[in-house]
């Protein structure tokens, strides 16, 4: 993944977290500056939104932790719920496999993936690993790791979650789902999962505010009570536990309070779509068919260099020796003037 972008460009389509923080919540941090309250995430503010969430899934023996990111997230909770000689089953695209550093191996984890072409795991891909991991001298696959939204935008349906589940509960599988951008897969025109569904599907997860419009912070969601155990302890001995705690807390009280946190997703959707229709009509083809807040259209290198010239963006992937697969991502931030103007200058390039 190459990156095209500088301070000179018109716009940036290069990730959903390029600005700072919905205006409320930057409200909601400043009333509240000057207010005592206690530290490392035991403040009122954080009690409240974990309440209001778990009212949310319909489940009060939830155990919700706020984390500052989305890598350290999947680094504690996944390390932390691993025995040494045990592994995760992971895409190849997936975030874990690609895009932190070797940061579970570096716990001692290895990540056993796999491939799939729509950046869905399936029970089949999940079993090709199983049946390959026997007997002690290999590692024992003991977690599946998914996201929803994955990598390249697609979502997972609700029988395809439910699939999964059972698979795993029935070869004694955790299943963790990672929620980066857990809003925007919620809110895709596709979806036909809440949140108390998934809840009930997978043994833990996370909710992202970093990228749907927090000015940082993650909501890690323990539902399996055999990983609940000490799990503060996990979070302080990595660094983790925040002595101003209070800073995710306020955030995703205010988040939740009411559909602020489905109403930015569902923007940064529908900016992506318009998007992608226009882009469709312009006879450009795409590398997946996402109906979320990322798209992956095919351009040939010369309209890459092109377009490039003003809008920051990825290049995703090589297609052949004359075209690349470009990564375009919108945000709860995104204006439609902006949309609007890069395709009226990919039109006049194409």
Not at 5 to 32: C, Q, W
Not at 174 to 184: E, K, N, S
Not at 304 to 310: F, M, T
Not at 315 to 329: A, F, G, H, P, Q
């Amino acid at each position: 993944m190459t990156n095209i972008t500088n301070e000179k460009k018109v716009y940036n389509f290069k990730d959903d977290y390029s600005e700072g923080a919905h205006e409320r919540i930057l409200k909601a941090l400043i009333d509240t500056n000057f207010e005592q309250q206690n530290g490392y995430g035991n403040d009122e503010y954080s009690e409240k939104a974990k309440q209001l969430l778990k009212n949310k899934m319909n489940n009060k023996e939830l155990d919700i932790h706020f984390l500052s990111g989305g890598t350290q997230t999947n680094l504690i909770a996944i390390s932390s719920m691993l025995r040494s000689y045990e592994s995760v089953i992971a895409l190849e695209t997936g975030h874990i496999s690609v895009h932190e550093t070797g940061a579970i191996e570096a716990t001692g984890h290895k990540v056993n993936t796999v491939k799939s072409s729509d950046g869905k795991i399936t029970v089949d891909l999940i079993k090709s690993v199983l049946d390959l991991h026997i007997d002690e001298h290999m590692v024992k696959p003991k977690m599946v790791f998914i996201s929803n939204s994955t990598e390249i935008g697609t979502i997972y349906k609700k029988k395809e979650l439910e699939k999964i589940s059972n698979f795993c509960k029935n070869n004694n599988l955790y299943l963790y789902l990672d929620g980066a951008r857990l809003g925007a897969g919620l809110c895709s025109e596709e979806s036909d999962l809440t949140l108390e569904e998934i809840s009930n599907l997978v043994d833990v997860f996370y909710i992202g505010g970093t990228k749907n419009g927090a000015l940082l912070g993650e909501a890690l969601v323990i539902i399996n009570s055999e990983l609940k155990k000490d799990f503060r302890y996990y979070l302080k001995q990595r660094g983790a536990l925040l002595a101003k705690g209070r800073i995710i807390g306020i955030q995703f009280l205010e988040l939740f309070k009411d559909e602020l946190y489905f109403e930015l997703a569902t923007h940064a959707n529908l900016m992506a779509k318009k998007l992608s229709v226009e882009i469709k009509k312009l006879g450009y083809k795409f590398l997946s068919e996402s109906t979320t807040n990322q798209i992956f259209p095919i351009f040939s290198n010369k309209v890459i260099e092109k377009i490039g010239d003003k809008y920051g963006f990825h290049i995703w992937e090589k297609i052949d020796n004359n075209s690349s697969t470009i990564r375009l991502v919108t945000s709860w931030a995104t204006k439609e003037e902006m949309v609007d103007k890069f395709i009226s200058d990919l039109s006049k390039i194409s």
